[in-house]
């Protein structure tokens, strides 16, 4: 009968953070950690992780829990009850100063203020992440969406001006809770140095006069005005021998070409701050309908 296997796993399930505590406290291994329960109760009942039987060295006094000695069995989820009433909950975590998750990467598609990081972290971790604004205020907390160890979310710097250099770095504090341990981190950077545009868009070639004629248009999450925001182009283009063929156009979105091209792709960069090369767009065929009839 497969149903007891099944109510195993749930319960073991259970254990694992499925969304970032909204109260917290971070101890320091071997020393003592104070939970108070926020309550005008004048006496409480205590369970650690939903046992009234805690895996932990506790003195309770009134509405105070102190941890003696914090170590691993002693972290989790410390609830605090008036009978069978839940007055209030603190998780407990064990700080950790390592370099557990890190390799944060972050990347714009334009200067519109708007930004995705991901970064690696333990996989049973939740994370929170927050931005210091190019205006010195301080964002709210966003919860990451983590899958296998990737951790991912997306910000928006509402005070961002497209137009104004970037005087100084945006910060980005992220906060991650494993089943046991806190750890966080911060990174510093500015959005010139982050932007890859989108890949240009609407790439398409017709034939006429013997030349190819190939026209496109700016990816659309680009900055406007086109004539602040200029974007280089990069077309490549293969020849019916296979030779691969590169060409660079900035300040127009089209181009004609004499040769006989079997297939062409465009991407596009920021030639003023050198910014990453945007993904190239899908290959667009020439019909070779001309080519064997040419
Ligand atoms: C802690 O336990 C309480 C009571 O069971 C529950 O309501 C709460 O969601 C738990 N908190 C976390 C972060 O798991
Ligand atoms: C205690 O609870 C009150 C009422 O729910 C809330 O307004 C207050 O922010 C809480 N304080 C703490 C420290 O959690
Ligand atoms: C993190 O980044 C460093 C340097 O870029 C790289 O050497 C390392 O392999 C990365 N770690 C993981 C787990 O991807
Ligand atoms: C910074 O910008 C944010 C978002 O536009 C705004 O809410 C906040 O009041 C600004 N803070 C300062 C100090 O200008
Ligand atoms: C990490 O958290 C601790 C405790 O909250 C804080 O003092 C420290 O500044 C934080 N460090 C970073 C890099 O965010
Ligand atoms: C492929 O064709 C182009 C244009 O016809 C020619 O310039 C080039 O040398 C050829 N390459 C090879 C490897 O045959
Ligand atoms: C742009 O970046 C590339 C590679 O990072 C470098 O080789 C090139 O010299 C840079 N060009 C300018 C104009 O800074």
């Given at each position: 009968?497969?149903?007891?296997?099944?109510?195993?796993?749930?319960?073991?399930?259970?254990?694992?953070?499925?969304?970032?505590?909204?109260?917290?406290?971070?101890?320091?291994?071997?020393?003592?950690?104070?939970?108070?329960?926020?309550?005008?109760?004048?006496?409480?009942?205590?369970?650690?992780?939903?046992?009234?039987?805690?895996?932990?060295?506790?003195?309770?006094?009134?509405?105070?829990?102190?941890?003696?000695?914090?170590?691993?069995?002693?972290?989790?989820?410390?609830?605090?009850?008036?009978?069978?009433?839940?007055?209030?909950?603190?998780?407990?975590?064990?700080?950790?100063?390592?370099?557990?998750?890190?390799?944060?990467?972050?990347?714009?598609?334009?200067?519109?203020?708007?930004?995705?990081?991901?970064?690696?972290?333990?996989?049973?971790?939740?994370?929170?992440?927050?931005?210091?604004?190019?205006?010195?205020?301080?964002?709210?907390?966003?919860?990451?969406?983590?899958?296998?160890?990737?951790?991912?979310?997306?910000?928006?710097?509402?005070?961002?001006?497209?137009?104004?250099?970037?005087?100084?770095?945006?910060?980005?504090?992220?906060?991650?809770?494993?089943?046991?341990?806190?750890?966080?981190?911060?990174?510093?950077?500015?959005?010139?140095?982050?932007?890859?545009?989108?890949?240009?868009?609407?790439l398409t070639a017709r034939m006429q006069g013997g030349q190819l004629h190939l026209a496109?248009?700016?990816?659309?999450?680009?900055?406007?005005?086109?004539?602040?925001?200029?974007?280089?182009?990069?077309l490549?283009y293969e020849l019916?021998?296979?030779?691969?063929v590169?060409a660079?156009?900035?300040?127009?979105?089209k181009m004609s070409l004499q040769e006989r091209v079997q297939r062409v792709?465009?991407?596009?960069?920021?030639?003023?701050?050198?910014?990453?090369?945007?993904?190239?767009?899908?290959?667009w065929?020439v019909d070779t309908?001309w080519l064997?009839?040419g």
């Amino acid at each position: 009968m497969p149903i007891p296997v099944l109510l195993v796993l749930c319960v073991a399930l259970t254990d694992a953070l499925t969304a970032f505590p909204p109260k917290f406290l971070v101890g320091n291994l071997n020393k003592d950690v104070v939970v108070k329960c926020n309550t005008s109760k004048l006496q409480v009942a205590w369970t650690q992780n939903g046992e009234p039987e805690p895996m932990a060295e506790l003195l309770a006094e009134g509405r105070t829990l102190t941890i003696l000695g914090l170590d691993l069995p002693a972290t989790g989820n410390y609830s605090c009850w008036d009978g069978g009433v839940l007055l209030d909950s603190t998780y407990v975590v064990v700080g950790n100063s390592g370099e557990e998750g890190r390799n944060v990467s972050c990347q714009a598609e334009s200067y519109r203020g708007s930004f995705h990081c991901s970064w690696l972290g333990p996989h049973s971790a939740v994370f929170r992440a927050r931005l210091t604004h190019s205006n010195g205020s301080v964002g709210d907390w966003v919860h990451a969406a983590g899958h296998g160890g990737r951790f991912s979310t997306s910000f928006t710097d509402p005070s961002f001006c497209p137009f104004a250099e970037e005087l100084r770095p945006l910060q980005l504090s992220f906060e991650g809770i494993s089943d046991t341990s806190f750890l966080n981190f911060s990174i510093h950077f500015f959005v010139r140095d982050i932007v890859r545009p989108d890949p240009p868009q609407e790439l398409t070639a017709r034939m006429q006069g013997g030349q190819l004629h190939l026209a496109w248009a700016p990816p659309a999450s680009w900055s406007l005005p086109k004539s602040y925001f200029a974007l280089l182009y990069w077309l490549q283009y293969e020849l019916p021998n296979g030779t691969q063929v590169d060409a660079f156009v900035e300040g127009t979105e089209k181009m004609s070409l004499q040769e006989r091209v079997q297939r062409v792709r465009i991407s596009c960069q920021d030639p003023y701050t050198n910014s990453s090369w945007s993904p190239w767009s899908g290959w667009w065929e020439v019909d070779t309908a001309w080519l064997r009839g040419g």
